[in-house]
């Protein structure tokens, strides 16, 4: 996680479903996860950045259905993702907890929180980072990536249709420009209470470290090991500068190849 894909491994079922939103710690809690359940974790925005190209095809695929109404589609796509995770995080899976809990009827509900203010304004410097107007055809070049700019816009909508009252959304950069992000952090939280047990669910800060997120898991407290701290924001900027580099790779290949066959062109005739 955080820089590396996780591996499923085959066997290994849902124990945990993160509801946190990004940017609220889902990569320190993902690895505090795979520690406590001995297992492989589908922390999303990892999977899909650092995944196979198929992870990101598969979540458009996944959005687009939820959108459309197509319910066996969401079930039977979530279930293929996560077949062999022990937990997952981080969204959309965090917006997906009905559906999910559909998948995993005995699986813990941990939402991840943090101060309002200060998230607000870490999400500003993402969506307006992944509304960039080059972006799509800046990572064209890139199997998996050039369905990103898709997947963020997928995602709008989609809390949009859980958050917003279904606002009309009819841009990307009409959704980053109206979005109200602490309203969209609060609301969440409403969401999660109205469609999770009480029971299941559990409200987690990382910053307290290991002691209330075992309990609430029913874990000892491991020994010797420091709850891990990532840093999120890092890692979202060395991804970003990862793909970049690659996307601008490819296009300099491209580029070079149509020069050489204008080129050619240009001898014959």
């Known amino acids: 996680m955080g820089q590396t894909a996780s591996v499923p491994k085959p066997g290994t079922q849902i124990q945990v479903i993160g509801a946190g939103l990004p940017r609220t710690g889902t990569t320190s809690f993902s690895i505090a996860l795979a520690i406590l359940l001995d297992g492989p974790v589908y922390h999303c925005g ?86 960039a107007w080059f972006l799509k055809a800046l990572l064209f070049p890139l199997p998996g990536m050039r369905h990103f700019v898709d997947f963020t816009w997928l995602l709008r909508r989609l809390w949009s249709r859980l958050y917003l009252d279904n606002r009309p959304l009819s841009s990307v950069n009409e959704v980053a420009a109206t ?45 010797d090991i420091p709850f891990p701290h990532e840093n999120d924001s890092a890692g979202i900027e060395r991804t970003a500068r990862y793909h970049i580099r690659r996307a601008l790779i490819r296009w300099a290949a491209i580029l070079a190849v149509v020069g050489i066959v204008l080129v050619g062109f240009a001898r014959l005739s």
């Open 46 to 131: 990892t999977q899909l950045n650092r995944g196979p190209p198929s992870e990101l095809k598969s979540w458009v695929r996944i959005l687009r259905a939820w959108l459309a109404g197509d319910r066996h589609t969401v079930l039977s796509t979530l279930r293929s993702c996560l077949a062999g995770y022990a937990a997952v995080t981080d969204a959309p899976s965090c917006n997906l907890v009905p559906e999910l809990l559909e998948l995993y009827p005995d699986a813990k509900v941990v939402c991840t929180v943090r101060d309002p203010v200060a998230w607000e304004k870490s999400m500003e410097h993402v969506h307006s980072a992944a509304a």
């Open 179 to 223: 979005l109200p992000r602490r309203e969209v952090y609060a609301r969440h939280l409403v969401w999660l209470q109205e469609n999770v047990p009480a029971d299941r669910l559990v409200f987690f800060d990382v910053r307290e470290g290991w002691e209330p997120l075992c309990k609430a898991l029913g874990k000892d407290v491991p020994k």
